[in-house]
Structures are given as C-alpha cells and as structure tokens.
C-alpha cells in the first residue's frame, strides 16, 4: 500500500468515528432527531472537547510512539518510559498536594513544569555526548527518580481524600474535560508534531546505527534536543490533560509499520492518525460501557488491551519474525 | 587532493599516526587485530574524537560547513553494520541520498538505480534486509555507500562477507570509482586483496604506522613476519599475488607456551 493511500484511508476512518463518538454515550442523541434535552450543551461542551481530546492525546501517543522506537533503534520502545511522563505525573502530584481546589489551571500548570524538568534532566544528563545508550539510561534514572518522588508526596499527602484523589487521576481518563484542557494540550502538541517531523530524516538515517546515521549528516545533538523537545511536549502536555495514558504509543507503530514501507518517517503521519482513531474508539467503549459505577477509566481499559499484546508482541519477537 | 593526518593521536589507540591518501588511488590500511585500523578509518571519516594531531582535507585542517556537507564529502561503511528496520533493499539504499535531500528527484533516482546495478541488486531490490544472505546484505550496504557519490569512499572491511566472484567485482568497482576521481580507503584483512589491488598500502601495529607506500614494499615478507608474527612468503607474479603461510615463527610459539 503507497504511503500516501495507507493515510487516506486512516483520515477517511477518522472521518467516520468522529461524528459517531459525538452521539455516542450516556446519552444518545439522534441525529434525525434532534429532542434530547441539552443536546447543543452535550455536544459543545461535553463530546466535542473530549472527541477533540482524544484525537490530539492519541495522535501524539503514535507519533511519538514512532518517533521513540525509531530514534532508540528498538521496537519495544514506548514514549512514556523516558522520565517524562513521571515527571509530568510528579507534577500533578505536587499540585493536589498544594490544594488542588485553588485554580483548575493548577494541575496542568504543575504537570507541565514536572515534564519541563525532566527534559531539562535529561538534556543536561545526555546532552553532552547525544549518544543513545547515555539517553537511555538517563530516562530510566529521571523516571525512576520521578516515580520515587511522586511516591514519597502520595506517602506524605496531607489527606487521606487527597491520596484518592491523586490515585484516581493517575488512571488516564478524558471524562469531564473540557476546552481549557484543549488550549493546553492542542498547542503543545502540534509544537511537539512539528519538532518530531523536523527530526524525521535523522532518524530514517539511524536505521543504519549511529556511526552510518552521523556518516550521513546526522548531528546527534540536535536530533537528541528535537526528540527531547518534542516527546517532552507532546507527553508532558498529555500527562497534564489526561493523566497516564499508556501502551497507545507502543501499540499504535506495530499496527502500522506492515502497511508501510518500515522506514522510520513513512511511519509517523500513519501512526499519528491510527492512534488518534485508536484513543478515540477506546474512549467511546469506555463511555457507552455498563458499568454500575461510573464508566471505565481509559488508562485501564488500554493497559488492559495492551498487556496482551505486548505479550504478543515478545512471543513473535522470539520467534525471530521481522519487523 | 589529498586526505591526510598529521600526527594524529587518540587516546591510546593510535600514535603519531602521518599519513596520506589520494584522490584517484585505492589506500589500504592492514594490521592485526587491535591494530587501530578502524579507528584511524573513523578519524578520517571524521566521525572521531581525536586527542591531538589534525586531519588535513588537501591543504587545510578538515572542516565542513555542516554535518550534511560532510557527509556529501565523505561516505563511511562502517565495520559489520545492522540494519534496525526490516526495510527492502531499494529502501535501504535510498537512505545514501539523505545527504542530498534537497537534490531534484530525478537526480536521487539516477543515483539510486547507478548503485543498485553497481552492485548487482536488481533482482532483489524489493526484497526485506531479514531475507538476505551475509553477502547480499553487504552489498546492499556498500550500495548504499555509492549511492551518496562522495568525493571519498571510506570502507571497513568492505569484502569481510563476500564471496569471491562478488568480493572481485567489488574490487574492480572501488577501481572504477577511484578512477573517475574519487579518493578509496579501504580497511582490509586480506593482505593478497591489498597487495594486488591497492595503490598505497598502510600497515599498523598497536596504533602506530609500521609501513607507509605501495604494496611491493610496504607489505614486504619481513613485515608481515614481524607484525603478523607468521612466516610468510609472497607466491606469483605482481598482480596476482599470493600470501603462502610457513609454520609459526619463533615468537608466536612463545607466546604459545606462555599460555599454556
């Protein structure tokens, strides 16, 4: 399949999904036949910003999904493991600590600068030789030095209403969202689209390694400052709207790459799409879901989805099939 | 034009290494394992960090405007390199262009059917990397090399896969390039590859230069006595060189008894 039909067809899909997620939920609303009370005020203020929501969520998961597994060389490779999005949740932590009430800005403020941080750390700790194997382990250290943290504020939370709270909100979910989550999470992430797109060169070159990638023209600092940049906001921004949401990004590239031609930048623009449809179906199964209490949290319900298949995944890798 | 180092060091791995390359000539470096050959070939691709000493690009120490003139300027083989994605071979190749991204389409495509058929790829150029021999996989690669069409083409070990028919044909392309001009470094472990085919020959030993000049005389049979430690004896007329190996010299036998 040409690159360009694989991309059509994926925005045709989008195309057909986002209308439905609008009437889909709780309540259903009948297109023909318009009656639902409040129909305008579900659709404005509640489907239209979460459908919008999980389309900007998921296709920043695939693309930086890609974008990770192509620059790490490693098909395992998930944008939630390098210490950003830790370090965005640790923020997030830190804002419910300081009293979560004060300002519905507080949290994405806070998650925000917590994803800031742990771009900072992990370009001050890699940056200076832009090698691969250094940033690995400087993710791990950042992400473990996040998660460490972020323990210690839940252990040390002054209510135990407080502890429930954070709790919660780690589980992904995009119920109750609203525009000002899409002004955090829109700009930030088409800031962070562009900076991948900028790097999608580099990283076809890292096909090759490191030495025939830098033979090649690759600056493995810029490339390592773009990859950062962009994860950074796209993770931090998402974390900060959306909690954890996880295995998209792992997922969502594998789908993919048998329909192309397995180079790194044929991938990103599919995968960005196909995650997008993905979080966005999820989404609404998660909202038309009988569930006695509530609806199911989208984090769970991927991490449910997801575990399989990295299973899958592994078992295949074993039997040496390609990528 | 010359590509030349002028009392390079890097760390422990090369010593005051002088050498001297030329636009129009195969250069072979040779020396045992360890030697510093692939090393040396990084600093000349100038993918290495050096601790002192320069490399000189004809009359001026080596510098490049950007990462992507380099690379027009120089194209690196590296030793033994895996491929991360399950890309076809017409894929892999293309990725030699990325140097000339901005160079008209029909440009790259030329450039791209030139290397496939230099290295007699035709008929696999659809096929994925994993269902490749050794040898197809190599020459995909160094495909890949020649699709850039720099001015030097620096290889380590190049021939290390390859079976005879295509290592001949690969050395009678490294001749062609060098002839329309361009400069070809080669890091070789066959000493008759080296002797019969190259213009120049370097021989290293523990990072510094042994012998520096052409074949006949850089690569003589006390050389290879003294660093290779084997007893060996050139067989044939020049061109047609080959290496005949007697018993182990004096030397090899007391490092043998040593470790018993």
């Known amino acids: ?47 239209l910003p979460r459908a919008v929501l999980a389309v900007t969520l998921g296709a920043g998961l695939g693309l930086t999904g890609a974008a990770m597994q192509a620059y790490l060389r490693n098909p395992l490779a998930d944008p939630g493991l390098f210490g950003i999005a830790p370090g965005a949740a640790l923020g997030a932590v830190l804002s419910f600590w300081t009293g979560y009430a004060a300002s519905p800005w507080l949290l994405p403020v806070f998650a925000l600068l917590g ?61 109750d969202r609203s525009w000002r989550e899409v002004w955090i999470a829109v700009p930030c992430t088409l800031a962070g689209a562009a900076a991948i797109y900028a790097a999608r060169r580099s990283l076809d070159a890292l096909t090759l390694g490191e030495a025939a990638a830098r033979s090649l023209g690759v600056d493995p600092l810029t490339l390592q400052l773009q990859i950062i940049a962009g994860v950074g906001l796209i993770i931090g921004s998402g974390v900060a709207v959306a909690g954890i949401i996880g295995f998209v990004g792992l997922m969502v590239p594998h789908l993919v790459r048998p329909l192309t031609d397995r180079r790194p930048s044929s991938l990103l623009v599919p995968s960005a799409i196909a995650g997008a449809l993905l979080l966005l179906v999820a989404d609404c199964l998660c909202r038309i879901l009988p569930l006695a209490s509530g609806e199911l949290r989208l984090g769970i319900a991927l991490s449910l989805l997801g575990t399989p298949f ?9 039997k040496g099939l390609s990528w | 034009m010359s590509l030349a180092t002028e009392n390079l060091n890097v760390g422990e791995r090369l010593r005051d290494v002088s050498i001297q390359c030329r636009r129009g000539m195969i250069t072979a470096i040779c020396g045992p394992n360890g030697a510093g050959k692939s090393t040396l ?38 030793q033994a390199p895996d491929v991360a994605w399950d890309v076809a071979v017409e894929v892999l190749v293309s990725l030699g262009r990325l140097p000339w991204s901005d160079a008209p389409a029909g440009e790259n495509a030329k450039a791209i059917e030139d290397a496939i058929s230099a290295m007699d790829l035709e008929e696999l150029r ?17 495909a890949r090399v020649l699709a850039t069409q720099p001015g030097w083409l620096l290889a380590d070990e190049p021939l290390a896969s390859l079976d005879l028919g295509h290592a001949a044909a690969l050395m009678r392309r490294f001749r062609q390039q060098a002839q329309q001009g361009r400069g070809v470094v080669l890091v070789l472990h066959d000493l008759a590859t080296a ?21 006949e ?44």
């Open chain 2, 126 to 142: 659809h096929r994925p990397v994993s269902r490749l021999s050794g040898g197809e996989r190599a020459r995909a690669l160094m």
């Open chain 1, 115 to 175: 994803a800031s941080g742990a771009m900072l750390l992990l370009a001050l700790i890699a940056g200076r030789g832009g090698g691969v194997a250094l940033f690995t382990l400087a993710g791990l250290m950042v992400s473990s030095l996040a998660g460490a943290l972020m323990s210690l504020a839940i252990s040390l939370s002054p209510s135990p209403f407080a502890m429930t709270e954070i709790v919660t909100w780690m589980m992904g979910a995009l119920a």
């Open chain 2, 217 to 260: 005389t850089a690569l003589t049979r006390d050389i290879v006595s003294r660093v290779w430690k084997c007893r060996a004896q050139w067989l044939g007329d020049p061109g047609e060189r080959a290496l005949s190996i007697a018993s182990p010299s004096p030397a090899s036998e007391r490092g043998m008894r040593i470790l018993d």
């Open chain 1, 310 to 318: 990295f299973l899958v995944l592994l078992l295949r890798m074993r």
């Open chain 2, 41 to 78: 070939l990084s600093c000349l691709a100038d993918l290495q960090e050096t601790t002192s000493g320069r490399v000189m690009l004809g009359e001026r120490p080596m510098r490049f405007k950007s990462p992507r003139e380099r690379a027009q300027w120089l194209g690196y083989l590296p």
């Open chain 1, 1 to 47: 399949m040409t690159q360009l039909r694989l991309n059509l067809l994926l925005l045709l899909g989008l195309a057909l999904v986002v209308p439905l997620s609008l009437l889909a939920g709780r309540v259903w609303i009948n297109p023909l036949a318009p009656e639902t009370h409040n129909a305008s005020l579900i659709l404005m203020h509640l489907r």
């Open chain 2, 195 to 215: 002797m019969n085919h190259a213009d120049c020959v370097v021989v290293l030993d523990k990072g510094e230069v042994v012998a520096d000049g052409p074949p």
